[in-house]
């Protein structure tokens, strides 16, 4: 199973040691995101290489294609991609609600056509847990109903007694099942939008469970940021401070910061490989639209105070050329960028935190982000 050690702590943010049967993450972490098994435009080498340490793989997406039959006869995920980290796989609801055609949603689970073949499939906890188990990751999700925000205080209602439900009966089906891995984690997810007190209530239910870990889900769906953060700083402190804490695809580099401070021990977000892929691009200065003509004749590195091998070998004027030829390398470079950018930040937010001096380099860093950032 999984075991968290809390090292440090600056008020409420958190640093914390994880140790798991795949290797040991150092908290606060970021996660890549690597929807079908990859990490878009990098290899697991590369992946390792800048610094990370746990991954997110999409059961929804793997059930789908290849099928999470042929990955576990593939020996599991991690043998699949070559990736011997720790692998978090969430329980493919989101997906469900965001992708596919939605037939019909109740207690049993969910009846949906698949966004690419239109073939009708059907998801609920115990086939969810399956499929993990199949996958072979290293921290299974529960299902979860994710609700598009903002929503009535009766459909949160609903939608919390019915994450309960399916939390149970996730946990039971991940204890009777069988697949690759027989030491995966399990989490349970908070819902409640944003009404704290059905958050509270949320969190409540998942203790009487009992989980591994504890994720936020259900922010990031059409709330604005400051209830975003409002919901963060109220419920992960109630959190169990000896579980790791999970906020759930958030978000940018003003949001992992919001969350650290909140005590967040766990982030992923698709945000820095899909802008690296669309020519957006964070620096310590703000983000760059790398598209611009701007650039066209710009030699400098694309942020002088990086030292990623990006920024260290390449111009802004070579990577807005590749953009504009529509070269895969761009891609490539961009995203190698993005996520060192992205992992280093969490990695000087825990050294500060260890070092007590967590809300004085949050503001630093802001106040040197927030001056320069474009318009795309």
Known sequence: MIQFELEANDSNSRAGV??????????????????LGTVKAMTSGEIKELGAEIILG???????????????????????????????????GFQIFSLAKLL?????????????????????????????????????MCLDQCLKLPASRQEIECSIALTA?????????????????GEQALFGIVQGGGELDLREQSLEQMLEIGFDGYAIGGLSV??????????AHHITPKMPAEKPRYLMGVGDPKDLLEGIEAGVDMFDCVMPTRNARNGSLFTSRGKISIKQS?????????????????????SRAYLRHLFKSNEILGMRLNTFHNL????SLVKQAREAIKGKRYLKFKKAFLQKY???????
Not at 63 to 78: A, I, Q, S
Not at 300 to 311: E, F, G, I, N
Not at 340 to 343: M, R, T
């Open 104 to 140: 019909e949603l109740n207690e049993e689970g969910v009846f949906f056509r698949s966004h690419l073949d239109g073939i009708q499939k059907t998801l609920t906890p115990e086939i969810s847990i399956a499929i993990q188990q199949n996958l072979g990751s290293t921290i299974m």
């Open 18 to 35: 994880l140790q798991t049967p795949h290797g040991t993450i150092y908290t606060p972490s970021f996660m890549p995101v690597g929807t």
């Open 165 to 181: 439900n399916w939390a149970q009966r996730s946990k039971e089906a991940s204890v009777n099942g069988s697949g690759v891995s």
């Open 222 to 231: 059409g709330e604005t940021k400051e209830e975003m953060y409002s919901v």
């Open 370 to 376: 927030q001056s320069g950032i474009e318009g795309d």
């Open 294 to 314: 701007r650039y066209k004749e710009d030699p400098a590195a694309l942020d002088p105070d990086c030292a990623c091998s990006t920024c260290k070998n390449y």
């Open 58 to 92: 999409n059961t929804y997406h793997l059930h789908l294609r290849p099928g999470d039959e042929l990955v576990r006869k593939m020996g599991g995920l991690h043998q699949f991609m070559n990736w011997d980290g720790p692998i978090l796989t969430d329980s493919g």
């Open 340 to 343: 060192f950018f992205y992992l």
